[in-house]
């Protein structure tokens, strides 16, 4: 962004904290300590062609957080390099309902959820990109638990875990993944696409593709889960 805001590692970047309809545009956000962003308890902001970068927490949420009932649009915005030393290296989300749309996250690492952790959430992330994320744990790109977030028209693609390279869904997950390309993930013990255990999510009209693990399910792996799949490719695992 055109525009730089820098902590030098003395907290979040910006904090939105109870505000209302604010709107930021144009924003390189670099140099947090405890996050990029954190946007709990806020409702209406929208954050527009933002660079999210070189962020970290030790705590949940690299990049954003959002906590608390939010209603934050991020639109167009690059979320990368940021880290965290427990969930959510791009995005960390709890009990909130966020619109990511035509952004990318990218090269974040975490514990689990690499690019992206949702519990309890019902977020949407339309027409993104998550690739090249990388967790100790489980969900590479995308760890979903307890939650009805929806991916549509995304690219999944060359993240990497122990568990659930791509995505990782568990515990009464009921989140819908759709149109999506699901490609190039890797898990070092299972699901090296997707991850489900304990969940019920819908997948549908999904390319699963040239995705791998070391030990079971290159493409899929189910544990205890009663996934609705239509219409999905799978080719190549």
């Given at each position: 962004?055109?525009?730089i805001?820098?902590?030098?590692?003395t907290?979040?970047?910006?904090?939105?904290?109870?505000?209302?309809?604010?709107?930021?545009?144009?924003?390189?956000?670099?140099?947090?300590?405890?996050?990029?962003?954190?946007?709990?308890?806020n409702?209406?902001?929208?954050?527009?062609?933002?660079?999210?970068?070189?962020?970290?927490?030790?705590?949940?949420?690299?990049?954003?957080?959002?906590?608390?009932?939010?209603?934050?649009?991020?639109?167009?915005?690059?979320?990368?390099?940021?880290?965290?030393?427990?969930?959510?290296?791009?995005?960390?989300?709890?009990?909130?309902?966020?619109?990511?749309?035509?952004?990318?996250?990218?090269?974040?690492?975490?514990?689990?959820?690499?690019?992206?952790?949702s519990?309890?959430?019902?977020?949407?992330?339309?027409?993104?990109i998550?690739?090249?994320?990388?967790?100790?744990?489980?969900?590479?790109?995308?760890?979903?638990?307890?939650?009805?977030?929806?991916?549509?028209?995304?690219?999944?693609?060359?993240?990497?875990?122990?568990?659930?390279?791509?995505?990782?869904?568990?515990?009464?997950?009921?989140?819908?993944?759709?149109?999506?390309?699901?490609?190039?993930?890797?898990?070092?013990?299972?699901?090296?696409?997707?991850?489900?255990?304990?969940?019920?999510?819908?997948?549908?009209?999904?390319?699963?593709?040239?995705?791998?693990?070391?030990?079971t399910?290159?493409?899929?792996?189910?544990?205890?889960?009663?996934?609705?799949i239509?219409n999905?490719?799978?080719?190549?695992?």
């Open positions: 962004g055109s525009t805001l820098n902590a030098e590692q907290g979040p970047v910006v904090d939105t904290g109870k505000s209302h309809f604010s709107r930021m545009a144009d924003l390189t956000i670099t140099g947090g300590s405890q996050g990029g962003i954190n946007c709990s308890s409702t209406g902001s929208m954050f527009n062609t933002c660079l999210i970068t070189g962020n970290q927490n030790d705590y949940a949420g690299g990049g954003v957080i959002c906590n608390s009932h939010t209603t934050t649009v991020f639109e167009n915005c690059v979320i990368s390099s940021n880290t965290t030393s427990e969930s959510g290296g791009g995005v960390y989300s709890s009990l909130s309902g966020n619109l990511f749309t035509n952004c990318e996250i990218y090269n974040n690492t975490s514990e689990t959820g690499g690019g992206v952790y519990g309890r959430s019902h977020m949407i992330f339309r027409d993104c998550i690739r090249d994320n990388e967790t100790e744990i489980t969900g590479g790109g995308v760890t979903l638990w307890r939650s009805t977030t929806q991916l549509v028209n995304c690219v999944i693609e060359d993240n990497v875990s122990d568990c659930g390279g791509g995505i990782r869904l568990t515990i009464d997950d009921r989140s819908k993944v759709t149109n999506c390309i699901i490609r190039g993930n890797h898990a070092i013990s299972e699901g090296g696409g997707i991850n489900c255990e304990g969940s019920e999510p819908a997948l549908t009209n999904n390319l699963i593709i040239g995705n791998s693990s070391g030990v399910g290159g493409g899929f792996h189910f544990r205890y889960a009663s996934p609705v239509t999905c490719t799978v080719s190549s695992n």
